[in-house]
């Protein structure tokens, strides 16, 4: 929990401060965060089906020996195929990020420029945050989370340092803007993730280096990794791509209306971190214990963590709906960005509910290595808020709020499905009467 809040205080603060670097540059960065979402999307490919697959060898080591080998193997290739995937993102990045901007803010706007500077340097570190990212699902797997915390920490840290230092300059440091605030990231989590791996290499963690070269490539593997992995990392690839189909109309309402939808979806990830994090304390949990063929054990750890998620998001869910405008204010001075983002906010406040839960039990799912029902469910949610939000703006002619209660409904309808599945037991894989 405290490295996901770290990370999402670590996306706030780089828009705290370029809010007062001005709209434009707060647009122009809440419209890179779309792509920057389809990148960690697709990094979960990789880190969801090593956080499962390898939790539950970890589990099996109890009562099969071999199944530490394969755990370890399993983790080498899980780096490797991480490397592989973060160097293939950064390229398409390279050569399509400009022109998706372009799609996202229309022809001739002054923030594909700017965000094509934010998204464009990003991505350029895109394999070192891979290779970070699936680093942390092995030590979660293994049941080490207080070194990912650390490594948040360190790179959170440095980041909120870094931010304004390089985004308005001091003494002989010029002031960079946009630049700086991408700048300043990558800095951060390039320490971060070298910290970490000189702790691995030292073997003072859970999960240890091997010592020498061993054959660790095996294609069954490479499939029980993309075979847990891919169902999640789709439907997370297709809600970015949808919000991004969502931006065209979006920006028709002004650069008000992109800034606020921006500063929503900070606040949105306060719910959506919180119970990621409670999720993959249930990935990792629940594998063990299902590779330990613990499944009552696993089943009690499922229901804990849904009613967590639950109690929490009930509680976002009334500060978000009757006090808006005490969080979306500090985020920018404009009054009429403020005043989109408050209702923006207002509109999302009873779907945080089932947001919540909804992330939980994605987690829940990838713990037992069942991941395509939550699929089934996601993506078709999903699609449906483009024609709706074009319906409701252009038949209806709404203004923005027509898109912000099409993203509500659709989220509530998917938590309600997810619910029910949950509810149902549907999850449970080969458990013996639980």
Known sequence: MCSMFMETFNNIVDALWLGRSGTEALAAVNLAAFPIWMMYAVMGIVCVGVNSVLAQKVGETSWHPEAEK????????????????????????????????????????????????????IFVFTPIYSLSEVLMAILRAYGDTKTPMNVYLLGCGLNIVLDPLLIFGWGPIPRLDIFGAALASNLAFLIATLWMLCLIGQGRLAYRLPLRREKYFSWPLVWSILKVGSPPALASCVFSAVYMLLSPIVSAFGMEAVAAVGIGHKLENVTYMFCYAVALACVTMIGQNVGAKQYARANEIAWTGAKIACVFSCGVAVVYGFSPDVLTMSFSHDPAVISEADRYITILAPAQIFAGVCVLID?????????????????PCSLLRVPIAYWATHTWHMDAAGVWITISAMCILRGAIMMVLFWRGSWKVNFAAV
């Open 70 to 121: 394969e755990a370890s193997a399993l983790a080498s290739l899980g780096i490797a195929m991480s490397l592989f995937l973060g160097t293939v993102l950064a390229v398409a990045a390279l050569f399509g990020g400009r022109a998706l901007l372009r799609y996202m803010a229309g022809d001739g706007s002054p923030l594909i420029e700017l965000g094509y500077c934010y998204l464009g340097f």
């Open 363 to 379: 987690g829940i799912f990838a713990g037992v290595g069942k991941t395509w029902p939550c699929m089934c469910v996601s993506i």
